[in-house]
């Protein structure tokens, strides 16, 4: 843990927006540079940089789950957003849209946008849980 004022008062800051980083570069998914991958590597980097400044007790606290969780939950994300094709007659991981009106905007949901929700999980838990651990002994991150 790196102790000096401004890195420990500057971090969670950084950590928030890097964190908002993360979730709109997840969101850009398929169609531009960014997606799942990316943005759970950039939410780990969130952490670790938390972890550093804070320890790793207070990254536990922030994310309030074990960062397998979110893996696990990510992966069954992943899972359903290809399964869901099936039900409607469709072959596996084939792309679905829907565009629901909310306060009388569109909002185009699709199963691809949920699978890259999925990867961000799985990516960002497990690379969190590897860093978490190799700074709980001593490593570095």
Request: with cysteine; net charge positive; charged share 5%.
């Amino acid at each position: 843990m790196m102790g000096t004022v401004i890195f420990r008062t500057l971090s969670p800051l950084i950590s928030a927006l890097t964190l908002m980083l993360a979730v709109f570069v997840t969101l850009r998914g398929h169609n531009d540079p960014g997606g799942g991958f990316i943005g759970g590597l950039i939410a780990a980097s969130a952490f670790a940089l938390l972890g550093l400044s804070h320890g790793v007790p207070a990254v536990r606290q922030a994310l309030r789950f074990h960062p397998m969780s979110y893996a696990g939950f990510g992966l069954l994300l992943a899972v359903c957003a290809g399964l869901l094709p099936i039900f409607t007659g469709r072959s596996f991981f084939t792309a679905l849209w829907t565009f629901p009106q909310v306060l009388g905007v569109e909002i185009a949901l699709s199963t691809p946008m949920f699978f890259d929700i999925g990867v961000f999980f799985v990516v960002s838990g497990a690379m969190t849980s590897i860093a978490l651990s190799l700074e709980q002994r001593g490593g570095g991150v």
